[in-house]
């Protein structure tokens, strides 16, 4: 029987993972206030947005193993303690870069990061298996809903990052500046609010495992099997793609339009449009099964990325990203109904580590990889191109990723580049009125007042070495989903030859 509070409880898990969409989907919107702010590679920032994937993935495997002994409401509850103490270290990073430089400010930001995401983790642990146990006969249906929070959480941070940033100077009309990113990111807190007050004083049902007396030796047992491995090895490449790309989807487009803005609008609607389309998931999947759902979804994801990566119009950018939201859309709730539905004895476990290896995936390969690939095609263009640019702004240190290295753009200095030096000079007669030093600051300037005849020349085939690491970026990328589809098209063919997909329960599983 359904529990009287399970509609409440679907939408309090639905409002935390919002508010995980709505950190997430700021942070994008504002790297380049980081890179600019502190000096970072692309590397740097694909390091740090890494970093809160690592630990939403490690926690989330961890927790699922503890779930149905601690309890769901206390999870939940140190979740909304984490959310909070996350907020004052990553807050805490320009306090750290003035003291400690740009390494103190890294760490700040990573650190803060990290613990933001064993917030989201505690919470990923709880609300999948949460919504499995409340809705047992339409999982796929339900779980595509509750996700539908993530979307949600893209489009409201990414509209807030859209309305706070920087507008440049029209007809007319002066130049406004960016919002300071310290209160852009704060936002996320709103939902965290939210989604406490849904669960003050609710009961929390018993999982289906627990009801059936598994313990957590026979939750384990029951996903020891070569098709378990299969999906965990899918679901790797999912959070590969998905949550990689979306690190960096809103920055690489707003470089391609030449418009941060264009990006982000960007990255709303195909935001708008993942959280429509997840509440239609239930008669889709009833007319072709999960895992046709899955293999469709695949192969729109690798056709909407390679044209993503071949894109230089507002049109085509916006037809590649349709395409791209439409394959992304239901792969990762639908591969979580799958593992419960197909392993219903592992309980919280089986769809923890489902969706904990997805988030290290994303963390330790899609977030740095992407960023990596970035640095290495955009340096490898303007060094080809135009070797004394590419020497005048280039990183001071090598970055490397799976034993190749390059040395990248320094976001900082291509960052003054764009803006005619006008932040540069503004920070200056800032700090001379108040009679402050700052040795960054110094550094930038100096550098700056050196390179400065020679912008106008550098300018162009910079913004292109930018343009060229972004789109190779998606296009590499764009294979990950290709492989994905090749798996799927191997499993609905394994199927078909045993009768066909069917969902499993706690005392028919086998």
């Avoid at 613990?115 to 609300?127: K, M, Y």
């Avoid at 989604?195 to 018993?206: A, E, H, I, S, T």
């Avoid at 550098?458 to 690491?469: C, L, R, S, W, Y």
């Avoid at 998606?474 to 499993?491: C, D």
Wanted: proline share 4%.
């Amino acid at each position: 029987m359904t529990a009287p509070n399970a509609k409440r409880l679907l939408w309090a898990g639905f409002m935390a993972i919002l508010a995980a969409g709505v950190g997430y989907s700021v942070r994008g919107g504002i790297l380049g206030q980081w890179a600019e702010q502190f000096g970072f590679t692309m590397t740097d920032l694909g390091k740090i947005t890494g970093g809160g994937l690592t630990g939403f993935g490690v926690v989330i495997i961890l927790s699922s193993l503890i779930a149905d002994k601690v309890g769901y409401g206390k999870l939940l509850f140190g979740a909304f303690v984490l959310h909070v103490i996350s907020a004052a270290v990553t807050l805490a990073a320009p306090a750290a870069f003035a003291s400690g430089g740009k390494e103190a400010a890294y760490n700040c930001l990573f650190w803060g990061m990290f613990i933001f995401a064993v917030g989201n983790g505690l919470c990923e642990a709880v609300v999948n298996p949460l919504t499995a146990t409340l809705f047992p006969n339409n999982k796929a249906h339900y779980l595509n809903v509750l996700h539908a929070g993530w979307p949600a959480g893209l489009v409201v941070g990414g509209l807030a990052s859209a309305f706070m940033a920087a507008k440049p100077a029209a007809e007319g009309v002066a130049a406004v500046a960016a919002v300071p990113w310290t209160i852009q990111m704060s936002l996320f807190l709103v939902p965290v609010i939210f989604y406490g007050v849904m669960l003050f004083g609710q009961k929390f049902p018993k999982s289906e495992v627990s009801s059936a007396g598994v313990s957590l030796g026979g939750m384990l047992a029951s996903i020891a099997t070569p098709l378990m491995l299969v999906l965990i090895v899918t679901h790797a490449l999912v959070g590969y793609v998905e949550l990689g790309t979306d690190s960096w989807i809103s920055k690489i487009t707003g470089t391609i339009l030449a418009s941060p803005a264009a990006g982000l609008k960007l990255f709303v609607y195909t935001s708008l449009l993942m959280f429509g389309l997840r509440f239609v998931a239930g008669p889709i999947v009833h007319k072709i099964s999960p895992l046709g759902l899955l293999l469709i979804s695949s192969v729109l994801g690798f056709l909407g990325l390679h044209l993503l990566g071949s894109a230089s119009t507002v049109a085509a950018c916006v037809i590649a990203a349709t395409v791209y939201a439409c394959g992304k859309t239901f792969l990762w709730p639908t591969m979580l109904a799958v593992v419960s539905e197909r392993f219903p004895k592992g309980g919280a476990v089986a769809i923890g580590l489902i969706g904990g290896v997805g988030m290290l995936s994303a963390g330790l390969l899609g977030g740095p990889a992407i960023g990596f690939k970035q640095d290495y095609h955009a340096s490898a263009n303007l060094k080809e191109t135009t070797p004394a640019a590419y020497e005048r702004y280039k990183a001071d240190k090598e970055n490397s990723f799976m034993g190749i290295s390059t040395i990248g753009l320094d976001g900082a200095k291509v960052g003054v580049l764009g803006d005619d030096g006008a932040e540069v000079d503004r920070v200056t007669a800032l700090l001379a009125k108040e009679g402050k030093k700052d040795e960054n600051h110094e550094k930038l300037a100096t550098w700056w007042s050196e390179v400065k005849p020679l912008a106008a020349q550098d300018k162009d085939p910079v913004n292109k070495a930018g343009i060229v690491g972004g789109q190779m970026a998606l296009k590499l990328t764009s294979y990950v989903p290709l492989t994905m589809a090749g798996i799927f098209l191997l499993l609905v063919i394994y199927f078909r030859a045993k009768g066909g997909y069917k969902p499993l329960s706690v005392d028919n599983s086998h």
